[in-house]
């Protein structure tokens, strides 16, 4: 049976506060827990002190409660005994000051050397040409260049003071505008430049039926000038400066790339689905498992504070101690001293 004050506070979230339905239902689960560990520690749910919230929250956490799943449960706990006080009915909030375990911070998922090698070497013979083209260069830039995916798809196909980005394809740079409206150059590789060019060479030619009539009427339009008074036809065609178009001439949307790529990497062969930024992890960790130069790779990703960096040297240790347990006799000695 409910506690009746927490009956209370959940007909006046539902109603008053007209929280959603599963808002509700969670506020319940948690309430419900709360007033059962009162009840075994044999006080009122009144009668809660923060001693008796630190000894659940350490229960929960040795009982494999995560760091977020008991914040949230805390965030309830916490309201409710708000109400309490805005009631009259606690002189303090018990849970106020009550703070769970730092979260560890969940490494940066990225693909192995061979993985990130073979999803760019891939060449998918069996779908559309013009298709390929652009996802190919897409992956190059992305896994070439460490470029987000918001840079990625604001590439202009030239360079202009309105571009929020460009390829200069002679220097091999791409020219990016990354977070904080900051503009940085980044080198790409041999192979990005002939994967955008390849795209390049095709960019218009798979473009959608309406698409071309339009951009062919416009060209004939402005071969031959209209007469004076005469009326011109029809919506002018405008063309997308963007690099990275859709069927429809569009500038590509990031949604589209997100699953482009997922569908290219499974049918690559690997054996998860690939995100963008994934590419751009792979990138860095790759870079300082051969240069170890953080302060290089921090320029090249465009962050601002080496601590953002920091996180893929991390990531690299955690390559190697697999790479340890995995070779090392010695990692894999057993309680009794024997291999």
């Given amino acids: 049976m409910t506690d009746p004050l927490v009956q209370r506070y959940l007909d006046h979230v539902r109603f008053e506060k007209r929280l959603a339905e599963r808002t509700v239902t969670l506020y319940t689960l948690d309430l419900e827990k709360l007033a059962r560990n009162a009840t075994l520690a044999g006080v009122d749910v009144q009668q809660v002190q923060p001693s008796h ?18 914040a949230l449960i805390l965030s309830g706990w916490r309201g409710f005994y708000a109400w309490l006080g805005r009631e009259g009915l606690v002189a303090s909030n018990p849970v106020v000051d009550v703070r769970t375990p730092k ?16 999803l760019a070497s ?33 590439l202009d196909v030239l ?18 505008l990354g977070k904080g409206n900051k503009r940085r150059i980044v080198p790409v590789g041999s192979q990005a430049v002939l994967a955008v060019q390849a ?3 095709v960019r218009d030619q798979g473009l959608d039926q309406a698409v071309q009539t339009a951009q062919a009427a ?23 400066p963007a690099l990275f178009i859709g069927r429809n001439g569009t500038r590509l949307a990031a ?3 997100w699953k482009r790529l997922r569908a290219r990497s499974l049918q690559a062969g690997l054996a998860h689905p690939v995100h963008p930024h994934m590419l751009r992890h792979s990138f860095a960790s790759h870079l300082l498992q051969s ?13 601002a504070n080496i601590s953002t960096t920091q996180i893929y040297t991390r990531l690299d240790f955690g390559h190697l101690t697999k790479a340890y347990d995995a070779a090392h006799p010695r990692a894999r000695l057993k309680p009794g001293g024997s291999t």
Avoid: C
């Avoid at 209209?226 to 997308?240: D, I, K, L, N, Y």
């Fill in 53 to 70: 919230i630190r000894r659940w929250v350490a229960q929960m956490h040795s009982g494999g409660r995560s760091a977020r799943g008991m």
């Fill in 122 to 154: 891939f060449k998918n013979e069996s779908t559309d040409p013009w298709l390929e083209a652009r996802d190919a260069a897409l992956v190059e830039l992305l896994y070439g260049g460490g470029l987000r995916l918001a840079e990625v798809t604001g």
């Fill in 218 to 240: 416009q060209a004939a339009q402005a071969a031959e000038p209209a007469s004076p008074g005469q009326a011109t036809a029809g919506a002018a065609f405008v063309p997308q």
């Fill in 199 to 201: 795209w390049l060479a």
């Fill in 103 to 118: 979260a560890g911070k969940p490494l940066p998922k990225a693909l192995a050397v061979d993985e990130a090698v073979q």
């Fill in 291 to 303: 240069s170890s130069d953080l302060r290089g790779v921090q320029e090249l990703l465009g962050h």
């Fill in 159 to 176: 360079a202009s003071n309105s571009a929020r980005g460009w390829v200069d394809l002679q220097a091999g740079e791409a020219h990016v």
């Fill in 255 to 257: 949604q589209s790339v």
